[in-house]
């Protein structure tokens, strides 16, 4: 993917999401407003520079919508995009599965080359902004 830039983030407060197992990553409609998944990364993968793309990602571990609240009778716990350090990246339309994997490797190849240490977590945010869709990476580190 030319053109992607990946920056060093501090989130500072974290996202909350309602959980919703339901939803299906990488099939983002406008309708569907901002959407939140978590996948776990291959460990062995996940620290090589150059992965084989098809075994990076690992299995969905959560999946939400914007508006989680705290948890209180009965209702299901919030999922959250954490506080804390990423790397960072964002392509101004929704991503594909493979384009979503292409722009996951390339954030970790940026990581990587700058001696940093991704976790073996990696974030994906769908949201409408400025009148189009917006797929972003988040990858802890």
Known sequence: MDGI???????????????????????????AGELLFCFDLD?????????????LLGPLVFAGRLGGEPAE??????????????????????????????????????GLWERLSPADRLYARYLFEDGRAVTQVFRPY
């Open 5 to 31: 830039q990946t920056i060093r983030l501090e989130l500072r407060s974290p996202l909350f999401y309602s959980a919703d197992p339901g939803l299906i990553p990488f099939q983002y409609e406008i309708c």
């Open 43 to 55: 460990p062995v993968q996940s620290r090589n520079i150059e992965p084989e793309s098809a075994l």
């Open 73 to 110: 009778d009965g209702r299901p716990a919030p999922v959250e995009l954490p506080a804390g350090r990423y790397l960072f990246a964002q392509e101004r339309k929704a991503l594909n599965r493979d384009e979503f994997i292409e722009m996951a490797v390339e954030v970790q190849k940026d």
